[in-house]
């Protein structure tokens, strides 16, 4: 079996010495044009390409970010790691993505991983039990910039970017408010997810203090299914008079409609449909399902500007919003 073409070779071809080799490839400007040229043309003629484990080892880092989700059948995610892969072609450099599944073991092992990868930065949405900094502090200290997005820590001190979460609470609740709906199903996620209180508490204030009058019936679910079971116990025991389903994400909106349909029910002739959603699940059903927009790739656009920043040295920490507009459809 022939050895790979290493610097040595080259060295040795074109009898001069590997770090001049090494520089003549950088384009370093203490290298001769000529040099320059016989070392690239002799690179191209070899197939030479540089060890990438060798140079994760000298310069402490590779040219990979990591992206950490709990879950890949969000399409809240499969949008922000688009945006993050096509920024990150741009400046040249590879992404890995890693499922967490909810589990915050798991989340520690990813973590180890790319710690020993060497990564340039990991971009994460924590799992519900995650409550210790500790290992994504040690990362930061060991020059591994983190940062959080969508389902981040309570702990400040760190980078977060975060959808407008009482923004788009609020714009659901005003919206039911103006179609005079008095009785709503309000259905939300874990209950401990900052994500969640912060949409539980928008929500509730608004509609609470613009018509005391209104009945709130708030459930949790941790997952389409569950929520699809939830919601169908709920509306057997019949609908109230101007009745509204509200779903805090898309994965609670696709167990909710898979409920209503189960019933035979039609939005919104038998009773208003609105959610907080990326976009994409409300376009399934007709009439398309009226949401506040919580654009995953936005969001990334946002945390990959943040992370370069990160890398180019910047040591503040900063916490960066994007707000929600209203898009109607026919389901409310």
Wanted: proline residues 5%.
């Amino acid at each position: 079996m022939s050895q790979n073409p290493t610097l040595k070779k080259i060295a040795e071809r074109l009898n001069i010495s590997i770090s001049t080799v090494s520089r003549a490839l950088k384009d370093h400007p203490d290298v001769s044009p000529e040099t320059k040229r016989k070392v690239n043309e002799l690179a191209t003629l070899i197939e030479y390409d540089p060890n990438p484990y060798a140079v994760n080892l000298r310069t402490h880092s590779s040219k990979e970010f990591a992206i950490i989700v709990p879950s890949l059948s969000n399409y809240f995610y499969h949008s922000f790691i688009s945006s993050i892969e096509e920024d990150a072609r741009i400046y040249g450099y590879t992404v890995i993505i890693y499922r967490s599944s909810n589990d915050p073991q798991i989340e520690l092992e990813i973590l180890k991983s790319c710690r020993h990868k060497r990564v340039s930065g990991i971009f994460i949405a924590i799992t519900a039990q995650t409550k210790d900094m500790n290992p994504f502090l040690k990362l930061d200290i060991q020059g591994i910039p983190v940062v959080f997005f969508d389902k981040v820590p309570s702990y400040e001190s760190c980078n977060k970017i975060c959808v407008g979460d009482a923004h788009a609470a609020a714009l659901a609740a005003g919206e039911i408010l103006k179609k005079g709906k008095k009785n709503i199903l309000a259905i939300f996620g874990d209950p401990n997810m900052s994500i969640t209180k912060a949409r539980l508490n928008r929500f509730t204030d608004c509609l609470q203090e613009s018509d005391p009058t209104i009945f709130l019936d708030v459930i949790y679910a941790a997952s389409s299914e569950e929520t699809e079971k939830k919601v169908l116990k709920t509306l057997s025991k019949g609908l109230k008079k101007d009745f509204a389903v509200f779903c805090m994400s898309d994965e609670i909106l696709a167990g909710a409609m898979k409920a209503i349909q189960r019933m035979g029910l039609k939005a919104p002739e038998d009773l208003g449909v609105i959610a907080i959603s990326d976009g994409m699940i409300p376009q399934l059903f007709y009439p398309e399902i009226t949401y506040a927009e919580t654009s995953g790739f936005k969001l990334g656009k946002l945390a990959f500007s943040r992370m370069m920043k990160c890398i180019s040295g910047s040591s503040f920490v900063q916490t960066i919003i994007d707000e929600s507009v209203l898009v109607s459809g026919g389901s409310l």
